[in-house]
């Protein structure tokens, strides 16, 4: 039952976009049941995945500027 539940965890990690050093790290807390290390990591692994999302956002904020200034332009 345990190895099934690793196998869930280390899928749903690799769903998110995890490494293959990180999912060995968390692994390693999630057997010594260190929580906070846990938490700590998935916390991490958030802002890097968050700071992402605000970077293409910002480069779909310009492509978006750039066709409003060409349709604008050109009457479109």
Do not use: P, W
């Not at 293959?20 to 991490?44: H, Q, T």
């Amino acid at each position: 039952m345990n190895g099934n539940k690793e196998e869930i965890i280390i899928q749903n990690l690799i769903d998110a976009g995890c490494g293959r050093d990180f999912i060995m790290k968390f692994m390693d807390d999630y057997r010594n049941k260190d929580i906070s290390g846990e938490l700590s990591l998935l916390a991490e692994h958030r802002r890097s995945l968050l700071n992402d999302l605000h970077t293409k956002q910002k480069r779909l904020d310009c492509l978006d500027y750039l066709v409003y200034k060409m349709k604008k332009e050109n009457s479109i």
